[in-house]
Nanobody, 124 residues
Framework: QVQLVESEGGLVQAGGSLRLSCAAS????????IGWFRQAPGKEREFVGALRWSSGRTIYAESVEGRFTISRDNAKNTVYLQMNSLKPEDTAVYYCAVSQGLLLKTEPALYAYWGQGTQVTVSS
């Protein structure tokens, strides 16, 4: 049984930083990808970025490229989303998710397992 447990989000001022974590358990994730998504009120779930667990390769949405960084700690089976230069438009519930296979995917429907979501609010 795959479990993903996200850290608590928070309230941060525009221009600030916040780091989210996603602790994964239940199997070896060496042949999986971890994605981060977000969903603002009234909007569809949006791709933020993804990491291939085996190689650490990452891809990002254009809206966060250069500001957000995804990394992993193999020993802790944990993936991180470091968010810098936050903007009010980054306000959303953030989710981590797991997709089997090495192809980095951007579509939420291709991810089988999801964390509980955590609220990030950026004030102007």
């Amino acid at each position: 049984q795959v479990q993903l447990v996200e850290s608590e989000g928070g309230l941060v001022q525009a221009g600030g930083s916040l780091r989210l974590s996603c602790a994964a358990s239940g199997r070896s994730f060496s042949s999986y990808c971890i994605g981060w998504f977000r969903q603002a009120p009234g909007k569809e779930r949006e791709f933020v970025g993804a990491l291939r667990w085996s190689s650490g390769r990452t891809i990002y949405a254009e809206s966060v490229e250069g500001r957000f960084t995804i990394s992993r700690d193999n020993a802790k089976n944990t993936v991180y989303l470091q968010m810098n230069s936050l903007k009010p438009e980054d306000t959303a519930v953030y989710y981590c998710a797991v997709s089997q296979g090495l192809l980095l995917k951007t579509e939420p429907a291709l991810y089988a397992y999801w964390g509980q979501g955590t609220q990030v609010t950026v004030s102007s």
